[in-house]
């Protein structure tokens, strides 16, 4: 059984942001090591390397390196982008307690990613910044950044906002579209599977559980864009014309096809625990506001 009341919106705005700080904290060093991996030019044998080699070198904290970026910015991020999926369901309803059909779980993702996208892509970029600079200081000239602030400030300097803060944001926008289709689909129809028959809503478990199939769903139906994407907004310069199919024929002509999949495997294994917790929080958040009328 499931409650079909949609919520209001002060309660995802809440809930979201309980739900992308869950993520965040869960799940940053795994998606540290993801960012390394995808613009590693042959420092890092593997995962266990450039995770070995982190900590070796810049202590394990290293592993939550810009974290304060999507720390702060996650919960603006979750908020809207799970606003904007309860909103665009809202719509693809005929009456208000249909259930959608999958097909429309899927079309209500794809629109909230693109929503989201305004948001994730500046975050994302500054994570990705902080996420990829080695040790505590420039070695090699280019410019260190203390944190997300600083970073923001250089590029905006130096590159403008749609250049400097934005860039990749195109890139963004068209991963997100089949990733979180594959997100809310994944979650959505693992819940359906687990509580067939059940008089009462999901529980932690099966919540947890629907949630990393989710998050698997998420990656499985995007990885390579997302790689375009950290390539395109770690880059020096800002990308031109149709970069996205240009920097995936580049990636695919320097390494191949695992070029393309690099860092994979931390992903997917990030993902489960993080988007089993970023579901749960959310989905438990909701169901205590709507028990207090919210």
């Known amino acids: 059984m499931s409650n079909n009341k949609p919520p209001s919106a002060v309660a995802d705005f809440i809930a979201g942001n309980f739900g992308g700080m869950a993520n965040v904290l869960v799940g940053q060093p795994l998606d540290t090591i993801k960012v390394r991996l995808q613009l590693d030019s042959g420092k890092f044998k593997g995962a266990w390397d450039c995770t070995v ?49 999958l097909n429309k779980i899927a079309l209500a993702g794809a629109g909230a990613g693109i929503v989201n996208s305004i948001l994730a892509s500046p975050v994302e970029l500054l994570k990705i910044k902080m996420q990829a600079q080695f040790g505590h200081a420039s070695v090699d000239g280019s410019k260190h950044f203390t944190g997300p602030l600083d970073c923001a400030k250089y590029l905006i300097a130096r590159d403008g906002v749609a250049h400097g803060l934005f860039r990749g944001l195109w890139a963004t926008v068209v991963r997100e579209i089949p990733a979180y289709a594959g997100f809310y689909t994944g979650f959505e129809a693992t819940k359906r599977y687990l509580t067939k028959g059940q008089d009462k809503q999901a529980d932690i478990f099966q919540l947890m559980t629907a949630g990393a199939v989710g998050g698997i769903g998420y990656w499985v139906f995007s990885y390579p864009l997302d790689v375009v994407k950290s390539v395109v907004q770690h880059g020096d310069t800002p990308p031109k014309g149709l970069y996205i199919t240009s920097v995936l024929k580049r990636i ?36 205590a506001f709507q028990a207090n009328g919210w």
Request: glycine content about 10%.
């Open 53 to 101: 080699q982190t900590v070796q070198k810049e202590g394990f904290l290293a592993l939550y390196k810009g974290m304060a970026s999507p720390l702060i910015g996650i919960g603006a991020v979750n908020a809207l982008l799970f606003a904007a999926n309860s909103n665009i369901k809202q719509r693809l309803q005929t009456h208000p307690d249909e259930v959608l059909g």
């Open 252 to 287: 695919y002509a320097r390494d191949g096809m695992a070029g393309l999949f690099r860092g994979f495997t931390p992903t997917v294994l990030r993902s489960i625990p993080a988007a089993g917790a970023t579901f749960t929080a959310y989905e438990l958040s909701i169901r």
